[in-house]
């Protein structure tokens, strides 16, 4: 989660490759990994999470403030992560 947070996108590859992150891990406000990566505007962080993913539900889901990774994304101009999330079952 740090490595998304943060940017990092060479250590979370690493560690998405070698499944060693759940990116079904909620933080204290439950956000995910992905609702961490539109937080900071890091677009690659989250494309590498969203090409990751194939689970409807975890796309969609909502962290403390009832922000899903879409509502987010919409909210931070990351046009490109918006087209990505519609494609993979983000609902409005």
Known sequence: MTAVAKGHLQAAE???K?????????DEL?????HLA???????????IIDKINNENLINTTNNA????LHIAEQNGLKV????????GART
């Open 81 to 88: 992560i918006v087209e990505k999330l519609i494609e993979k």
């Open 38 to 48: 539109c937080i900071s505007g890091h677009e690659n962080c989250a494309l590498l």
């Open 66 to 69: 009832l922000q899903t990774p």
């Open 30 to 34: 439950s956000n995910t990994p992905l």
């Open 14 to 16: 690493i560690l998405i």
């Open 18 to 26: 070698e499944n060693k992150v759940d990116l079904t891990e909620k």
